[in-house]
């Protein structure tokens, strides 16, 4: 064998670059070609030409540890595609300022309403066995309540196994206030039983959750509360309540969930109720006033047991509930419905409205519909004019996918772009939104999982659902047709541009509509005669004073302040009613009840609200044996006690298993809307107890005499009651607040009616142009055969207005069946004015008019020898 040796350093190269699965291979290959290489060469020829051998192989494809090569290779592939994609959006710098506004603003909306919605859904998400977690409520054909009889969750507690825990629990009277240094403050208060920790999962911070609420006397407070009165340490220390009831603090929770619909400060132990009112577990029928959980055993059937539970009343007081002609059920609610449910309220914290989050869910899809469909308009109206770039690319060897994947990059890098400027919007916004809804959002609010990945999800879907077809059509053009121009109706998209221009006119015009509907029923509501006068009564909330005779001192003060007209004593003002649900009966105790709203009142408070009196009198001082058992009713309450006229029910009595109402009839009222125009009258009960009974005093003033009035009630209130601190509002301003559903509905309305109008106006203007060029040969022929300026508008915009009616025609018959569905919510309400489908016809058919316009105009206004020209 030749003695020579092989290059050391070549071979060192080969070992270092060379990927092992080659490497032996290649290193014998090369090894025979050197020793081959003796025979005929040189020593030094032989090895020199090994070490040009080893240089030729450094290929891609036989390196080792380089797969980053490929990736380099995949992004400068990408950065290329970006590239083209951002040229072609400078390039139709039109199309794309319409599309990121377009975007822009539907981000931002559907972000802000993801924040939202996704707020609302999450709320009770943290409880471990929310699956299993139900409120109990009571049923009956009139609607029914969240609160249960006394026994009913006794019952379910001992005859049914599939039960594992059943919570009692009910709100604390306001008299409840903390006595801290001298002073009383008001927190959020109710009574709960000991099963209130094992049912639901707040942890406790110090304390034992078994025992917790076990003993009289016994009090959880949050980890708030703790840092405000005990600096930290508040287990086993006493606290004071109602100025002297002493409890001990056996819990201390943790800050609560602000996505709970329970929301308390302090849980005294149910076992203290007894002490305060009367309560009895297996009797009480009549008394509605707990609210139930349960936590079913797992593996339970939910629907059997709600089969099993229903007649709970039926079984246990059938007889006497048919002779009180009454029908009540036990009903199962899962906790995810507690907070969303629109039926019944929540006492124990806020509740929300499932047809709210729908209602803005589903428009604010609408407006990312709609910018979707702006941009499928566009990209389809220029194929045209991408035509020969495709044709070209087909030509040169591009398969179909890389040309989707190019037209999917640009969308994807528009809506990118459309994003970063949503969010900004959003950023701007906020504060407005916040105010909107209630809400007290800040920007940390979209840093969580579910906001992030919803709104990739959103990115996506956008990006797909506005770039995917256009890609498709555009990618599908024959090179020869391409390259030629000559394109059929199909790739140009015409009909379905046709067909998406109406649809976005008839979401704009039902959202318009809908708009006007909702503004004229809350214009209505606020312009009617409500039957009582609200203006200039300022009241005053007694709820905590004790009851003693200093609380007729104080009216007595009050009335002789100067501009103070009447004063009165009550526990019932319109929007904050008295005790609803009182059971009554015309005569005797049988029959079917009237359900009615028991009001103590005194002799000043039909004067004081501006009620009128329609028969028999009011109450006077001089006639004492009616103050004792004289009624004042309103004219429902006649109707619903079958004494068919007012003049009918004077000297009639009413009777009431509760003694609330009782009496006889010495004064009928005329009906008055207490609770606003959704709400059916009660029949009301007017009982003069305002003394026992009251918690507010209103006081009707003279309004120039307002702040020396606010002056003499501050220093009249500190001589009385100057240790009870003083809370005072407006009686109008407070009532306004029965309309803030509505005035929150119709500021949502306006705002997305604006917008989506807006996004329709801007993609039907980036369309015409569009239009209006590819005809601009057609308008130089007619202007050179005589056609005048207008002609040639009216000819270039006519299409567009035709679909502009169309889109409307197709809304009013829709928005004319759910706006009447809609305002049967209402107790009393407006009806549909025809006006406002003329209105809005004529609105978006000038909009859309003016719109078109501006580019048709400045077409037809072309030199008809450069529109010749023009190609």
């Not at 040229?87 to 909306?109: C, D, M, P, Q």
């Not at 993801?114 to 929310?130: A, C, I, M, R």
């Not at 904050?576 to 709203?597: C, F, I, L, N, S």
């Amino acid at each position: 064998m030749n003695s020579a040796q092989l290059p050391k350093w070549s071979r060192r190269l080969l070992r270092l670059f060379i990927h092992g699965e080659y490497l032996e291979e290649i290193e014998g290959d090369l090894e025979e070609v050197f020793y081959d290489d003796l025979e005929v060469y040189s020593v030094k020829e032989a090895r020199r030409k090994y070490s040009f051998g080893v240089l030729k192989l450094f290929r891609v494809s036989l390196l080792k540890n380089l797969k980053w090569i490929y990736k380099l290779g995949l992004i400068i592939s990408i950065m290329r595609t970006l590239k083209i994609a951002f040229r072609n959006l400078i390039k139709f710098k039109t199309h794309s300022a319409i599309n990121l506004v377009g975007l822009s603003l539907g981000l931002a909306i559907g972000g802000l309403i993801l924040l939202y919605v996704t707020d609302e859904l999450s709320f009770d998400d943290f409880h471990t066995n929310g699956d299993r977690i139900y409120k109990v409520v009571t049923t009956s054909p009139e609607g029914g309540m969240e609160t249960n009889a006394h026994p009913i969750g006794y019952q379910l507690r001992t005859k049914y196994p599939e039960v594992e825990s059943v919570l009692y629990t009910r709100w604390a009277s306001p008299s409840f206030k903390i006595n801290y240094e001298g002073k009383r403050y008001d927190h959020k208060v109710y009574y709960a039983s000991e099963e209130f920790f094992h049912i639901f999962s707040f942890p406790l911070k110090s304390g034992d959750p078994k025992t917790a609420l076990k003993d009289p006397y016994s009090i959880v407070i949050t980890e708030a509360l703790e840092e405000t009165y005990f600096d930290g340490s508040a287990l086993g220390q006493a606290i004071t309540l109602r100025d002297s009831v002493n409890f001990t603090v056996t819990g201390v929770v943790e800050d609560l969930p602000k996505n709970s619909h329970i929301q308390f400060e302090m849980l005294m132990s149910f076992s203290t109720f007894p002490d305060f009112r009367w309560f009895s577990y297996t009797d009480g029928w009549g008394n509605f006033d707990v609210r139930n959980y349960i936590l079913l055993k797992e593996g339970e059937d939910s629907e059997e047991f709600q089969a099993k539970i229903s007649n709970i009343y039926d079984e246990n007081v059938g007889d006497w509930l048919d002779e009180m002609g009454m029908k009540f059920t036990t009903t199962l609610m899962p906790l995810k419905e507690v907070y969303l449910g629109d039926v019944f309220w929540n006492g124990f914290g806020p509740n929300s409205s499932g047809k709210r989050v729908k209602t803005v869910t589903i428009i604010a899809a609408f407006l990312l519909i709609l910018a979707c469909i702006n941009y499928i308009n566009l990209s389809t109206a220029r194929s045209a004019y991408r035509a020969k770039e495709v044709g070209m690319k087909k030509v040169v060897g591009s398969s179909r996918g890389s040309i989707i994947a190019q037209f999917m990059t640009e969308s994807f890098l528009l809506t990118m772009i459309s994003l970063i400027f949503g969010m900004l919007l959003i950023m701007i916004t906020l504060p407005f939104f916040n105010d909107l809804m209630s809400k007290s959002y800040t920007l940390s609010s979209f840093l969580t999982p579910s906001f992030t990945s919803g709104i990739l999800v959103l990115v996506f879907a956008i990006t797909f659902l506005s770039g995917y077809y256009p890609a498709l059509v555009i990618s599908g053009l024959r090179p020869l047709n391409a390259l030629s121009g000559k394109l059929d109706k199909a790739y140009q998209g015409l009909n379905l541009r046709k067909t998406l221009i109406t649809f976005q006119f008839f979401i704009s015009s039902g959202l318009v509509l809908s708009t006007l509907l909702v503004i004229n029923q809350l214009a209505y509501m606020q312009t009617q005669d409500l039957g009582f006068d609200k203006e200039q009564v300022l009241v005053i909330n007694a709820t905590d004073l004790p009851k003693s005779t200093t609380r007729k001192v104080l009216k007595n003060e009050l009335e002789a302040l100067v501009g103070v007209h009447k004063v009165t004593h009550t526990n019932a003002l319109p929007g904050r009613p008295g005790w609803q649900g009182q059971w009554a009966y015309p005569g005797k105790q049988e029959g079917e009840q009237v359900d009615t709203e028991y009001m103590a009142i005194d002799e000043n408070y039909i004067e004081a609200l501006g009620l009128k009196i329609v028969a028999g009198r009011n109450f006077e001082t001089s006639r004492p044996s009616e103050l004792k058992d004289g009624l004042i009713i309103n004219e429902s309450c006649v109707i619903a006690m079958g004494w068919e006229n007012s003049e009918n029910a004077i000297g009639k009595r009413i009777v009431s298993p509760s003694g609330t109402p009782e009496g006889n009839v010495i004064g009928v009222v005329k009906d008055y809307h207490g609770l606003g125009l959704q709400e059916q009258i009660w029949p009301k009960a007017m009982d003069y107890t305002g003394d026992t009974y009251g918690r507010y005093y209103a006081v009707k003033y003279d309004a120039k005499q307002t702040y020396d009035l606010i002056k003499g009630i501050e220093k009249t209130w500190s001589s009385t009651f100057g240790d009870y601190s003083l809370e005072y509002f407006f009686l109008d301003e407070d009532f306004d607040r029965q309309y803030r559903e509505e005035n929150q509905l119709a500021q949502v309305l306006s705002i997305f009616a604006i917008i989506i109008i807006i996004v329709s106006a801007i993609g039907l203007f980036g369309l015409i142009s569009f239009v209006a060029l590819s005809r601009t040969k057609e308008v130089g022929i007619r202007k050179t055969l005589g056609a005048s300026i207008g002609q040639i508008v009216f000819i270039l915009s006519k299409e567009f207005v035709l679909l502009v009616i169309l889109g409307n025609f197709m809304a009013v018959p829709l928005t004319w069946y759910f706006g009447n569905q809609w305002l049967n919510d209402f107790a009393y309400h407006t009806r549909i004015d025809p006006t406002i489908f003329i209105i809005t016809i004529a609105a978006t058919v000038v909009i859309a008019f003016l719109t078109v316009s501006i580019q048709t105009m400045k077409t037809a206004r072309m030199n008809p020898v450069k529109a010749l020209r023009y190609e």
